[in-house]
Nanobody
Framework: QVQLVESGGGLVQPGGSLKLSCAAS????????MGWFRQAPGNEREFVAT????????DYADSVKGRFTVSRDNAKTTMYLQMNSLKPEDTAVYYC??????????????????WGQGTQVTVSS
C-alpha cells in the first residue's frame, strides 16, 4: 500500500550539513502527514520533525530546532530533511514515517503506521 525509502545519509564533520530525502509511493500518500525519526545505538527511536500533507505546517524536536528544516515537494510524495550545524549527538539511523489515521504525525513511534528502512547519518571528525 505505502512504501517509504530514505536516502542521503552519510558521514559529515561536526558543523557540516546533510540533506535527507524520503520517497513515498502509494495512491493516497499525498494526503498523509509525514515525518522524521531517528535512533542512535542503545537508544529508543525518537521524533525529529514532521510536516503535514499540505506542506504548510511543521514541527520539530527541541534538540533540532533552528538547525533542521523539513519540507515536502509539490507532488507531496517526497519529503526532505535539511540538517545544518550537525553535532556528534545527531549520529543515528534516520527513519521516514507516515500516518494514515490522524491529522498529524504522532511523536509516539507506535502510533505511526508506515516506516522506511532508515538511512545512517554519522557526524564525526
Amino acid at each position: 500500500q505505502v512504501q517509504l525509502v530514505e536516502s542521503g545519509g552519510g558521514l559529515v564533520q561536526p558543523g557540516g550539513s546533510l540533506k535527507l530525502s524520503c520517497a513515498a509511493s502509494g495512491r493516497t500518500i499525498s494526503q498523509y502527514p509525514m515525518g522524521w525519526f531517528r535512533q542512535a545505538p542503545g537508544n529508543e527511536r525518537e521524533f525529529v520533525a514532521t510536516i503535514n500533507w499540505s506542506g504548510d505546517s511543521t514541527d520539530y524536536a527541541d534538540s533540532v530546532k533552528g538547525r533542521f528544516t523539513v519540507s515536502r515537494d509539490n507532488a507531496k510524495t517526497t519529503m526532505y530533511l535539511q540538517m545544518n550545524s550537525l553535532k556528534p549527538e545527531d549520529t543515528a539511523v534516520y527513519y521516514c514515517a507516515a500516518r494514515s489515521a490522524g491529522a498529524s504525525i504522532s511523536r509516539l513511534v507506535r502510533l505511526n503506521n508506515y516506516w522506511g528502512q532508515g538511512t545512517q547519518v554519522t557526524v564525526s571528525s
